[in-house]
């Protein structure tokens, strides 16, 4: 009886532990569209720790530091969620933008053919990268 016992208590403990981390996504990204950064951030933080390879927070995380201006920890984090979801549009186009206002024309280049390969829902995104690219080479040219 003792053995049941502690077996539906680690269950119970096993089930709400992995029901509070999910928790902390759903929360954070409440938040983050509630303008809430700070807190947000803080939850994706907590998540991560849950749930390392959890690729969009990463991704939230560098739209958070993006809008803090701080560049380095958003690619950091553009690059993390990359390299756990190399297929992830959105990423692989904040990515594109940051080279873009680097002025890292091979790297766009390089970018945007794989962004080629990979997009489905953001292909729209494919103009805006040209057009920003034309808008570039016109100023070099004069």
Known sequence: MKQIITIVIFLGLCFSS??????FFEEAKMLFEEEKY????FLFQRNIVYNPKDA??????AKIFNLEE??????????T?????????????????IELKRSNFSKVEELKKDFKKIC????EKLTSINSRLKEFEKKDAS
């Open 120 to 123: 489905s829902t953001m292909c």
């Open 18 to 23: 992995f029901a509070e981390k999910n928790n």
């Open 81 to 97: 969620t990359l390299l756990l979801e190399p297929k992830n549009e959105e990423a692989m186009y904040l990515l594109i933008d």
């Open 56 to 61: 969009e927070s990463y991704l939230y995380l």
């Open 38 to 41: 700070e807190e947000s951030k």
């Open 70 to 79: 701080n560049k380095r920890e958003e690619k950091k984090y553009i690059n």
